[in-house]
């Protein structure tokens, strides 16, 4: 059992027979009252996100999921294949299960799939990913004052807001959790 003080953001819990990750929590004490856990949840089976409120210290179920290591192959029409690092069996994953991740996706990274009663059904990515710029503006002279951005477009069809300074064919660290520029490698 998961207890309401234990609640972070990628925590996975099970109401009623059913998997949720949070996607945020707040802890709210309220002046008259007791105190109680404004979450919103994402089902890890129809990806549906709902908002849920407990009572503070109320216990929820923790579900049994088990996590692979797959390593990404290839994209194609029927979805995403990925190969089994232990087994070394390939399996397909759909676009729903995939997600948002498939800006991620390069071949050959590693990732974990979890498994929810032997059923795949989410994508659970690194931190951090590197991707090259396949599209950006070119950078105007005297445009770094402003500390802004300019967008730019990865190798994965990402869109990113990236510093002037970054140019075509530039490798990116990208965080995969926000989709947010990181910093410029270097190689």
Do not use: W
């Not at 179920?61 to 192959?73: A, C, D, N």
């Not at 990865?154 to 995969?176: A, E, F, M, Q, R």
């Amino acid at each position: 059992m998961i207890s309401t003080s234990e609640f972070k953001k990628g925590v996975c819990i099970e109401i009623e027979g059913t998997p949720y990750v949070i996607v945020e929590f707040q802890h709210v004490k309220p002046g008259k009252g007791n105190a109680f856990v404004r979450t919103r949840i994402k089902n890890l089976v129809t990806n549906n996100t709902i908002d849920k409120t407990f009572k503070s210290g109320e216990k929820v179920g923790e579900p049994e999921l088990e996590k692979k290591r797959m390593q990404f192959l290839y994209a194609d029409g029927a979805g995403y294949q990925f190969m089994d690092l232990d087994a070394y069996e390939q399996l397909s994953l759909d676009k729903e299960t995939v997600g948002d991740n498939k800006y991620y996706l390069i071949e050959n990274l590693e990732i974990e799939v979890l498994y929810y009663k032997g059923r795949p059904i989410a994508v659970e990515m690194p931190n951090f990913v590197e991707l090259k710029v396949t599209y950006c503006e070119p950078a105007i002279k005297g445009d770094t004052v402003s500390g802004g951005g300019k967008p730019c477009t990865v190798s994965t069809g990402l869109n990113v807001i990236v510093p002037y300074h970054i140019k075509l064919n530039d490798i990116l660290k990208i965080d995969t959790r926000s989709g947010e520029y990181v910093e410029k490698i270097n190689k």
